[in-house]
T-cell receptor, first 114, second 113 residues
Framework: QQQVKQSPQSLIVQKGGIPIINCAYENTAFDYFPWYQQFPGKGPALLIAIRPDVSEKKEGRFTISFNKSAKQFSLHIMDSQPGDSATYFCAATFYSGGYQKVTFGIGTKLQVIP | ETGVTQTPRHLVMGMTNKKSLKCEQHLGHNAMYWYKQSAKKPLELMFVYSLEERVENNSVPSRFSPECPNSSHLFLHLHTLQPEDSALYLC????????????FGEGSRLTVL
């Protein structure tokens, strides 16, 4: 029940394409759904996040779509660029006992080719 | 310095060595975390400290020993490790009742020979 299932595990798109990464969860206690971006040699950094009362959130070229009834959410990257090549992790979290209980997906390695 | 700083960035140790990883956060957060990152696996939570008290220990072997002397510093003491413990160890912090965001350091890449 604590799992977050993420797919695909790897993705190659051409510059300008729209990669889509999908995640699904089970635990309805989750109330915050962030996406983290990780470049080689760096730690993950928050990219964009959404709360379950919103169906879509857009920040620049990055959009999260959220389907509460299906317990699914996805990341779309518009007009992808080679600089977007990184590993993307979805996560689901809720606050309890003084800290964030975070469950991460397995990650998607994205390669954007020029 | 700002953010979350981890040292050392790279560490090679033998199975009988004792070493420590250090994490320092300059964000005023009061929860700190150790995660293990291995290839083709989700990030694995190892330990959480909230207000300097350990609140979660995720069935981690005793060869890993955390220490949180204050809300800004977190250590992971390592002894008699196994080769399968080779991984990237990430420290993170979060604000109590904040947005839910974790702030990660750049990690310590550990290789156990």
């Amino acid at each position: 029940q604590q799992q977050v299932k993420q797919s695909p595990q790897s993705l190659i798109v051409q510059k300008g394409g729209i990669p889509i990464i999908n995640c699904a969860y089970e635990n309805t206690a989750f109330d915050y759904f962030p996406w983290y971006q990780q470049f080689p040699g760096k730690g993950p950094a928050l990219l964009i996040a959404i709360r379950p009362d919103v169906s879509e959130k857009k920040e620049g070229r990055f959009t999260i779509s959220f389907n509460k009834s299906a317990k699914q959410f996805s990341l779309h990257i518009m007009d992808s660029q080679p600089g977007d090549s990184a590993t993307y992790f979805c996560a689901a979290t809720f606050y309890s006992g003084g800290y964030q209980k975070v469950t991460f997906g397995i990650g998607t390695k994205l390669q954007v080719i020029p | 310095e700002t953010g979350v700083t981890q040292t050392p960035r790279h560490l090679v140790m033998g199975m009988t060595n004792k070493k420590s990883l250090k994490c320092e956060q300059h964000l005023g957060h009061n929860a700190m975390y150790w995660y293990k990152q291995s290839a083709k696996k989700p990030l694995e939570l190892m330990f959480v400290y909230s207000l300097e008290e350990r609140v979660e220990n995720n069935s981690v072997p005793s060869r890993f020993s955390p220490e949180c002397p204050n809300s800004s510093h977190l250590f992971l003491h390592l002894h008699t490790l196994q080769p399968e413990d080779s991984a990237l160890y990430l420290c993170a912090s979060s604000q109590d009742r904040g947005t839910g965001e974790l702030f990660f350091g750049e990690g310590s890449r550990l290789t156990v020979l």
